[in-house]
């Protein structure tokens, strides 16, 4: 880059210098944000696309389909004890 020369009286020099540096402090921050998003980013995709995530994914799954499958003997288990309670219960009028 080239330099850049700024002209001002000596009454507006620390004014000015003061309000550069902080541009450069801001800038220097914002990259520094960037940066740590990318880093962050980065960091998520690898997590997303690796094999933890695909294992402890297919754990709940295996999880769910367990607790369903529980529910759906209960509930078969429940239709047979209504039904076989209720042709009793007609029978004993």
């Known amino acids: 880059m080239g330099s ?3 002209v001002c009286t ?3 020099a620390v004014p000015l210098v003061t309000s550069m540096r902080q541009a450069l402090i801001d800038v220097a921050g914002a990259k520094g944000r960037t940066m740590g ?3 962050k980013m980065e ?3 690898d997590y997303l696309t690796g094999t933890q ?3 402890r994914v297919d754990a709940i799954v295996e999880r769910f389909e ?3 499958d529980n529910l759906r003997k ?3 288990e429940a239709e047979g004890l209504n039904s076989s309670n209720i042709y009793k219960f007609r029978w004993s009028k």
């Open 4 to 6: 850049i020369a700024l």
């Open 74 to 76: 209960e509930r078969v």
């Open 10 to 12: 000596p009454r507006f």
């Open 43 to 45: 960091m998520v995709y």
């Open 37 to 39: 998003q990318e880093t």
């Open 53 to 55: 995530f695909k294992q």
């Open 66 to 68: 367990d607790i369903q």
